[in-house]
């Protein structure tokens, strides 16, 4: 098959968007297509190496360009947006060019997974795969207090998604001529049904290499003290303050340590809300850490603590899966779908002060049954097998197969 993928966000060895976009370009042509892929020139160097090192002749990597003023308003959060159209606007006109010369069997957008900035490949007018994607998750207004003065962009981001699912015919019109909508959480599910998608699909983005597991389930002595983890960027939207706060409510005599991996723009507060929720000798913050570290961290951890006030589908839960670590999130957004109900807790959101306290009660259940977070992280173990990036691409293989028989307007749609 003749595939054409548009990755925005493409690198290797790399997390979350580029990661995905890379192993969606690598893992379709493993499986025998021949695949160009669509992406920026950030990271051109990486990938050029690394398809050297494969030699892999049906892996066509194809770098689109935008003006250089457009590369330098990158940096300013409204100029994220006007990046993202502006490439979409060449790449489409680059794959128009392309398709004449190749005529491609299958157009797959994966990255960006934004629903709203949707993509301009529609335009080709051949059968179209669209995400896995996120975008339609919002913060709770509720615990707006956790953001501290980066709320005023989760009130700008908000507006924006509404702006460019009203204005935005790449976002419309996408929905409308994809022939499958893939996408990663129930918030975005009910979005693409909103603005018009024909035939979405529940579909977890996050995957796993298989290298990337332990060679058996990491078997836990239990200890007096109960060792959690926390792992993620520094951003506001991640929640590491409920976190800490939660903890400092923990009943006196459960003895733990917190271990946070991270950093980011919320760098300067971590020591202040360590000393501000009197967590001092309980919490070891390392900064960002070399990734063998980190995978040493999910293997000597007996909790993996994130509650994400706003996450399409954080890979961290399956990386601390793969490692057999029982977890506590929150029952919303990515958390709630990507974390199977007897892999952990997931904590409703309600008030501030009773999701505080059902975090904390939930650290105090798993402290004091041992076996319950066994059984859990047998079960998150078991399952992430399940979420490899071989198996994930075998089933989007299933979908290229079947959409590629029909024309968009031929479809039938799926419930």
Same mark, same amino acid.
């Given at each position: 098959?003749?595939?054409?993928?548009?990755?925005?966000?493409?690198?290797?060895?790399?997390?979350?968007?580029?990661?995905?976009?890379?192993?969606?370009?690598?893992?379709?042509?493993?499986?025998?297509? *021949?695949?160009?892929?669509?992406?920026?020139?950030?990271?051109?160097?990486?990938?050029?190496?690394?398809?050297?090192?494969?030699?892999?002749?049906?892996?066509?990597?194809?770098?689109?360009?935008?003006?250089?003023?457009?590369?330098?308003?990158?940096?300013?959060?409204?100029?994220?947006?006007?990046?993202?159209?502006?490439?979409?606007?060449?790449?489409?006109?680059?794959?128009?060019?392309?398709?004449?010369?190749?005529?491609?069997?299958?157009?797959?957008?994966?990255? &960006?997974?934004? #629903?709203?900035?949707?993509?301009?490949?529609?335009?080709?007018?051949?059968?179209?795969?669209?995400?896995?994607?996120?975008?339609?998750?919002?913060?709770?207004?509720?615990?707006?207090?956790?953001?501290?003065?980066?709320?005023?962009?989760?009130?700008?981001?908000?507006?924006?998604?509404? #702006?460019?699912?009203? &204005?935005?015919?790449?976002?419309?019109?996408?929905?409308?001529?994809?022939?499958?909508?893939?996408?990663?959480?129930?918030?975005?599910?009910?979005?693409?049904?909103?603005?018009?998608?024909?035939?979405?699909?529940?579909? &977890?983005?996050?995957?796993?290499?298989?290298?990337?597991?332990?060679?058996?389930?990491?078997?836990?002595?239990?200890?007096?003290?109960?060792?959690?983890?926390?792992?993620?960027?520094?951003?506001?939207?991640?929640?590491?303050?409920?976190? &800490?706060?939660?903890?400092?409510?923990?009943?006196?005599?459960?003895?733990?340590?917190?271990?946070?991996?991270?950093?980011?723009?919320?760098?300067?507060?971590?020591?202040?809300?360590?000393? *501000?929720?009197?967590?001092?000798?309980?919490?070891?913050?390392?900064?960002?850490?070399?990734?063998?570290?980190?995978?040493?961290?999910?293997?000597?951890?007996?909790?993996?603590?994130?509650?994400?006030?706003?996450?399409?589908?954080?890979?961290?839960?399956?990386?601390?899966?793969?490692?057999?670590?029982?977890?506590?999130?929150?029952?919303?957004?990515?958390? /709630?779908?990507?974390?199977?109900?007897?892999?952990?807790? /997931?904590?409703?959101?309600?008030?501030?002060?009773?999701?505080?306290?059902?975090?904390?009660?939930?650290?105090? /259940?798993?402290?004091?049954?041992?076996?319950?977070?066994?059984?859990?992280?047998?079960?998150?173990?078991?399952?992430?097998?399940?979420?490899?990036?071989?198996? /994930?691409?075998?089933?989007?293989?299933?979908?290229?197969?079947?959409?590629?028989?029909?024309?968009?307007?031929?479809?039938?749609?799926?419930?």
């Amino acid at each position: 098959m003749k595939l054409l993928l548009s990755a925005y966000a493409c690198e290797p060895h790399r997390g979350s968007e580029p990661g995905n976009g890379w192993n969606w370009a690598l893992s379709t042509a493993k499986m025998g297509h *021949e695949v160009w892929c669509l992406t920026t020139t950030e990271g051109r160097d990486k990938i050029e190496r690394e398809v050297e090192l494969l030699a892999m002749p049906n892996l066509h990597i194809v770098f689109v360009d935008v003006p250089a003023w457009i590369n330098k308003v990158y940096k300013y959060q409204p100029g994220v947006y006007l990046h993202y159209m502006v490439w979409q606007h060449r790449a489409y006109l680059q794959a128009k060019e392309l398709d004449q010369r190749i005529n491609f069997d299958l157009v797959h957008h994966v990255t &960006l997974g934004s #629903l709203q900035m949707g993509t301009a490949l529609w335009r080709l007018n051949k059968p179209l795969i669209f995400g896995p994607t996120g975008g339609g998750q919002e913060a709770p207004r509720a615990f707006k207090k956790y953001f501290y003065r980066w709320w005023k962009m989760e009130v700008f981001r908000t507006l924006t998604s509404e #702006l460019l699912l009203a &204005l935005n015919p790449n976002a419309r019109k996408a929905m409308r001529h994809a022939s499958l909508v893939l996408t990663t959480n129930q918030d975005t599910y009910d979005m693409a049904q909103r603005v018009g998608a024909l035939n979405p699909k529940m579909f &977890l983005d996050t995957s796993l290499p298989e290298d990337f597991y332990p060679e058996a389930y990491p078997e836990r002595i239990p200890d007096e003290t109960m060792k959690i983890l926390w792992v993620g960027r520094l951003f506001a939207r991640k929640g590491l303050p409920l976190v &800490l706060e939660a903890l400092s409510k923990v009943r006196p005599d459960v003895n733990f340590e917190l271990t946070i991996l991270g950093d980011g723009p919320m760098h300067d507060f971590v020591p202040r809300w360590i000393e *501000e929720y009197k967590l001092q000798g309980k919490v070891t913050w390392k900064g960002q850490v070399p990734w063998e570290e980190v995978k040493r961290a999910y293997t000597q951890s007996d909790l993996f603590l994130f509650c994400s006030l706003r996450d399409s589908s954080a890979a961290q839960f399956l990386e601390a899966m793969a490692y057999g670590l029982p977890i506590v999130t929150l029952d919303l957004h990515g958390g /709630k779908n990507l974390v199977p109900d007897d892999a952990g807790i /997931k904590v409703p959101v309600t008030t501030v002060p009773q999701t505080v306290h059902d975090i904390a009660a939930a650290v105090e /259940k798993l402290y004091d049954q041992p076996l319950l977070r066994r059984q859990m992280g047998m079960t998150g173990y078991k399952f992430s097998k399940s979420q490899t990036w071989t198996l /994930k691409t075998q089933h989007i293989n299933e979908f290229y197969s079947k959409y590629t028989q029909a024309q968009p307007a031929e479809l039938t749609i799926e419930h």
